[in-house]
């Protein structure tokens, strides 16, 4: 597999995203799905193969940090070669670093302690493993904003019959992604997640008292890896480059 410049895993060409989906076969599952994107040559590979190695570098990487500042936990898990530039597992990872740094600073003392976030961190990853890539473009709703509204409903015990918590998941991923909307496109998975968890810290100091730690100054190193890079436009570029 090569990790490139939102890269085909197989080949390594360029993705391309089409208007309306086709069926497509994956080339590691072989199984058959209707899908927008392939790579130029054609190679098609579906969700869960593309997550599948990721998703364990997550949980992993998460049950083993002790870090209060999700922003980096994230930049930590980016930098293993199975979190590919833009990808399904970020949908994972957002709310996977917001737990961690949840527990970490005090979170789950009142709410089961580190079997309960051990759980949390499972149910995490069995709601964001739902979300499907391209979501950004093609529903208008990236995932990165959509798995703090998970990690929300996770710690307050939400669901579609409960009241202040239902408010709350809801909220939490409206602020996330407007704060995305508001950077503009393309997308870029990196972007969104920084911005989505940044947005999620200062939510639950002012909704629930709990204080995570967050960078003043988040810079990102991934930019080569992205063509379609803002650059300049991005206030995570590391270089300032146009």
């Given at each position: 597999m090569i990790r490139g410049e939102g890269a085909c895993l197989v080949c390594g060409k360029s993705i391309v995203y089409y208007p309306h989906a086709k069926e497509m076969e994956c080339i590691m599952c072989h199984k058959k799905y209707e899908s927008y994107a392939s790579c130029e040559d054609g190679h098609y590979v579906c969700d869960d193969c593309h997550a599948e190695k990721g998703i364990q570098v997550i949980m992993e990487g998460c049950r083993e940090m002790d870090l209060r500042d999700p922003i980096l936990i994230m930049q930590k898990l980016m930098e293993n070669p199975y979190i590919y530039m833009h990808g399904p597992e970020h949908h994972i990872m957002v709310g996977a670093a917001l737990?961690?740094?949840?527990?970490?600073?005090?979170?789950?003392?009142?709410?089961?302690?580190?079997?309960?976030?051990?759980?949390?961190?499972?149910?995490?990853?069995?709601?964001?493993?739902?979300?499907?890539?391209?979501?950004?473009?093609?529903?208008?709703?990236c995932g990165a904003a959509v798995s703090t509204g998970m990690f929300i409903s996770i710690i307050t015990k939400a669901t579609p019959l409960t009241g202040k918590s239902w408010g709350n998941a809801n909220l939490m991923t409206s602020k996330a992604l407007e704060a995305i909307a508001r950077l503009g496109g393309p997308r870029c998975c990196k972007r969104n997640s920084f911005t989505?968890?940044?947005?999620?810290?200062?939510?639950?100091?002012?909704?629930?008292?709990?204080?995570?730690?967050?960078?003043?100054?988040?810079?990102?190193?991934?930019?080569?890896?992205?063509?379609?890079?803002?650059?300049?436009r991005c206030p995570y570029n590391e270089k300032g480059t146009t």
């Open positions: 737990l961690t740094a949840f527990y970490n600073s005090g979170g789950y003392s009142e709410r089961g302690g580190k079997t309960a976030f051990n759980t949390a961190l499972e149910e995490m990853k069995d709601r964001g493993r739902e979300y499907p890539g391209g979501s950004c473009g093609y529903w208008g709703c989505a968890a940044a947005e999620a810290v200062k939510f639950v100091k002012e909704n629930l008292g709990v204080e995570m730690e967050l960078s003043e100054n988040i810079k990102c190193n991934f930019s080569e890896e992205n063509q379609q890079c803002l650059k300049r």
